[in-house]
Every structure is written in structure tokens, then in C-alpha cells.
């Protein structure tokens, strides 16, 4: 299994996460469509904060049920971390902010996430 490294724009907030990804979500809910995320879903032991979790902001909207993780100083939404609706604990990583994946050649899955 390949692992990433993915950050913000300004490095303060970086990560590692293992996984084949050939797709990813993309959601026109308010937060969704205006921070332009492509995400991709993976489980929390493929995932590894490089950064403390102090140094990392959280925003919280509608049902506070996702954690939306982003940098302070550059704005960047890099993860999300919640409970997925079989129950486990999942991590939705912005693949936008992984550098060595071809945003292109991903398959592109529509949520419609305006009228959840």
C-alpha cells in the first residue's frame, strides 16, 4: 500500500495517508462548495497527523457531527474525521492537498449533499 504525504499550503498542518486512490467525492453542501474539496474516505489507523492535534483548527457546522480540519495560518482544509453511517470512525482526506495524486485522472463521485 502507498503512502502519501499530504499538508496545507504552508506546511504547518501535514499528514500522512496510506491508500490506492482512483476516486473521490466531491459535495455541493454549503461548507463543501465553497472550500472545493475532493475527498477521499479512509480509516484512522491509514491516517497520521505530522502535526500536534493543538496546532490544528476545527470547524464544526449543521449537525457538529464531522470535525473540518484545517490550518490557521493559510486556511486550508486539509481532513475531516467523524463517525461514517455504518458506525465506524472514517477520515475524509482533501485530496486537493496531497500533492503526488493525479487530481485528473480520478473518477469524480457527486454527492448531493445540499439537501442532507
Given at each position: 500500500?502507498?503512502?502519501?504525504?499530504?499538508?496545507?499550503?504552508?506546511g504547518k498542518v501535514a499528514f500522512d495517508v496510506e491508500g490506492e486512490f482512483s476516486s473521490a467525492m466531491v459535495c455541493n453542501c454549503s461548507y463543501?462548495?465553497?472550500a472545493g474539496h475532493m475527498l477521499a474516505f479512509t480509516t484512522p489507523d491509514r491516517f497520521r497527523m505530522k502535526t500536534p492535534q493543538k496546532d490544528v483548527s476545527t470547524y464544526l457546522f449543521n449537525k457538529q457531527a464531522i470535525?473540518?480540519?484545517?490550518?490557521?495560518n493559510c486556511g486550508i482544509a486539509t481532513h475531516g474525521g467523524g463517525v461514517a453511517p455504518d458506525g465506524k470512525q472514517m477520515v475524509a482526506v482533501n485530496l486537493r492537498c496531497v500533492p503526488d495524486i493525479d487530481l485528473d485522472a480520478l473518477k469524480i463521485d457527486?454527492?448531493?449533499?445540499?439537501?442532507?
Open positions: 500500500m502507498t503512502t502519501h504525504a499530504g499538508s496545507c499550503h504552508c463543501c462548495r465553497r470535525n473540518h480540519y484545517f490550518c490557521a457527486k454527492v448531493d449533499g445540499a439537501k442532507f
